[in-house]
């Protein structure tokens, strides 16, 4: 169904590291979501006709739901808590492509509901919905928000594999795969599939270790979503840099740590990559001596720079550098 994607090198505080390209997996469906979304792709689904959603009006997430959708004449559903007038104002990147493949996006904000649900998470009150006001419960299709399901393990599978495999050609010896992580289900089933289909196979095992950050609420936070999709032992390393990240913030290291590792010429995305790479940086500066190879995991998402890079742009501006930087 999608290609192998390619692997190639790139030069990362003078070190070289090898990026995984997911991002190239798919001209519509770029990067973890197409693996986490591949499942509902390789099986048979000819029963459903409704798709339900739910997450940020500008979530990656939301745009390869409705290539899927698309691609399988489903209708598709996707609750927001909230679109920002902006947005409203000026549709663009994943909000105006989804809405181009016939998503309907509703704002729960909107739909007057009682007063207990003010208080849940989107994923909880959606659940409700779908439990009351859909009555073709055999033809649906609710996804969790971001993909945050046991379905993601099967295309995830396939990438675990794909690493194994670039990394014996190679005679890698030791290798640390490094992506940043929102709920965390990439990272933790990965890691699972590589420690799983190593163990399964005979021959030499290469040494490999999964190193993740948190992107959203924290290690801890993290640790609890890991405990959510997969035992104990196959929980990834989470490495931080000693900073606190809230998701969607705009902040000068992010944007410049971005202006680097895009002059590589890959493009990368603005919402995870900054915070991966500089968490990266760390690590490599606490581990000089570490010379196995690193593959860092590009997870797509670049379709969302078109909302973030004007927000970046008004923020700190076109340059480089601050002035007073
Ligand atoms: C969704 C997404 C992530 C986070 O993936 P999780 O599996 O939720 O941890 C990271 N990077 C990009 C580009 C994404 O779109």
């Known amino acids: 169904m999608f290609a192998i994607s390619p692997v190639q090198p790139m030069l990362f505080e003078q070190r070289p590291i090898f990026v995984k390209r997911d991002d190239l997996l798919h001209p519509d469906f770029s990067g973890n979501k197409a693996r986490k979304f591949y499942h509902f792709l390789s099986q048979d689904y000819a029963h459903i006709t409704q798709l339900v959603g739910s997450g940020s009006a500008q979530a990656n997430s939301l745009y390869s739901m409705s290539v899927l959708a698309k691609q399988q004449g489903w209708q598709f559903d996707y609750y927001v808590s909230h679109i920002s007038d902006f947005i409203l104002q000026h549709p663009n990147g994943n909000y105006a492509a989804a809405i181009a493949n016939g998503a309907n996006i509703i704002e729960v904000g909107q739909l007057k509901l009682a007063d207990k649900y003010q208080q849940m998470h989107l994923d909880d009150v959606v659940q409700c919905i779908v439990a009351s006001d859909y009555n073709n419960k055999n033809s649906l299709l609710h996804i969790p928000e971001g993909g945050r399901c046991e379905y ?63 992107t959203v609420g924290g290690d801890d936070y993290l640790r609890q979503q890991f405990s959510q999709l ?76 078109q909302t973030m890079l004007p927000r970046y742009q008004r923020k700190f501006g076109h340059s480089n550098k601050s002035e007073n930087d």
Request: glycine share 8%; charged share 15%.
């Open 152 to 214: 993601a393990e099967t295309g995830v599978a396939i990438l675990a594999t794909e690493i194994i495999d670039w990394a014996r050609l190679r005679n890698t010896k030791a290798l640390k795969v490094f992506l940043p992580s929102g709920t965390g289900t990439t990272a933790a089933y990965l890691n699972k599939q590589l420690l799983q289909q190593q163990a399964n196979n005979n021959s030499n095992n290469i040494n490999i270790e999964v190193l993740t950050c948190s």
């Open 230 to 305: 997969v035992a104990q032992e196959y929980f990834p390393t989470i490495v931080n840099d000693g900073h606190k990240y809230h998701f969607g913030k705009l902040t000068q290291r992010c944007y410049e740590m971005w202006q680097t590792v895009c002059q590589s010429g890959i493009e990368f995305e603005l919402l995870y990559d900054p915070v991966g790479f500089l968490v990266l940086k760390h690590y490599l500066q606490q581990h000089p001596h570490w010379d196995g190879d690193i593959v860092y995991v590009h997870q797509g998402g670049v379709l969302g720079n």
